[in-house]
């Protein structure tokens, strides 16, 4: 079964709501027609502006971040809800920054999984290892874990619409850059501990994203390896010509 590619850009804290105006204003052309599904993750102060913006195009929105509670005293926190109200379809999950900035863990990853999901948000789920651990050796054995913890009591049925992205933490805003074989193989371990948790039929709907310096240069070789099923993209994401270059990637 052929995965539909889904190229999601993480704009991180840049772009103030009148720059996301403008940079989607000028994606939605570029991008028209594209055979892959679009997202574009905002921060939280340009959602609303962006989902205005995006309504009625194929285009989908982002949140970069949520908690897990519903409601509550959790002071600079957003909820589920308040996403929702605001046209939010997708959430990122777990990034590496959140998880080196703000003391995320793969418990409070899997928190985060389970309230989206519940609120019918699509989770882009991170996971990924430091150049430390690649040097070491671990690579396979740290992502297996991070996927077996924060997937804990979520069914076959639900990680059917979730998105994994492998994000290599050393290539993230360093320029550089997993060949495409290096990528594959991580892929492919997750894809492998999926099918081991749910079977071979959820392992094989499963979309995996690879989120380490993708670009309009290597996006089609990236994108070419058999478990790579689209990119999460930082940098690149943040110029509507750069970004709809990866969405068009010649395969």
Known sequence: MARKKIVAGNWKMNKTSIEAK???SELIPLVEGAD???VVCTPFTALCTAAEALA?????VGAQNLH???KGAFTGEISADMLLALGVKYVIIGHSE????FAETDETVNKKIKTALAKGLVPIVCCGESL???ELGVTSELVRSQIKIAFSGVTAEQMRGIVIAYE????IGTGKTATAEQANEVCA???SVIGELYGAAVADVIRIQYGGSMNAANAAELMAQPDIDGGLIGGASLKAEDFSKIVRYKG
């Open 132 to 134: 430390e651990q690649r």
């Open 98 to 101: 959140r998880r080196q900035y």
């Open 68 to 70: 897990f509670e519903e």
């Open 22 to 24: 403008q940079l989607v």
């Open 189 to 191: 371990v997750i894809r």
């Open 36 to 38: 892959v599904d679009v």
């Open 56 to 60: 009625g195009t194929p285009i989908a």
């Open 168 to 171: 290599p933490i050393w290539a």
